[in-house]
Nanobody, 124 residues
């Protein structure tokens, strides 16, 4: 059984930073790609960033590539999403998910296990 748990969300002013954590446990998580997604209220879930199981492949959505950074700590089976220069439009529930691939896909449908999400609210 694979479990994904997000944390680190909260309320922050525009221009501020947050660091989200995704703790993964279970069979195969150390050889899986991890992706971060978000879902604003009333909108579809969108891909933000992904990191391959070896950590040498990373991809980002154009909307966040200059502001968000994904990283991975294998010893702790944790993936981080550093979010800087936050904007009001970054307000959403943020999710992490895993998939048994070398290169992280950008489609949510390809990911198998999801966390419960963590709320990020950016105020003006």
């Amino acid at each position: 059984q694979v479990h994904m748990v997000e944390s680190g969300g909260g309320l922050v002013q525009a221009g501020g930073s947050l660091r989200l954590q995704c703790a993964a446990s279970g069979r195969g998580v150390d050889t899986s790609s991890i992706g971060w997604f978000r879902q604003p209220a009333g909108k579809e879930r969108e891909f933000l960033a992904g990191i391959g199981w070896r950590g040498d492949v990373k991809n980002y959505a154009d909307s966040v590539k200059d502001r968000f950074t994904i990283s991975r700590d294998y010893a702790k089976n944790t993936v981080w999403l550093q979010m800087d220069s936050l904007k009001v439009e970054d307000t959403a529930v943020y999710y992490c998910a895993n998939v048994q691939t070398y290169i992280p896909p950008t489609s949510a449908q390809e990911y198998g296990h999801w966390g419960q999400g963590t709320q990020v609210t950016v105020s003006s």
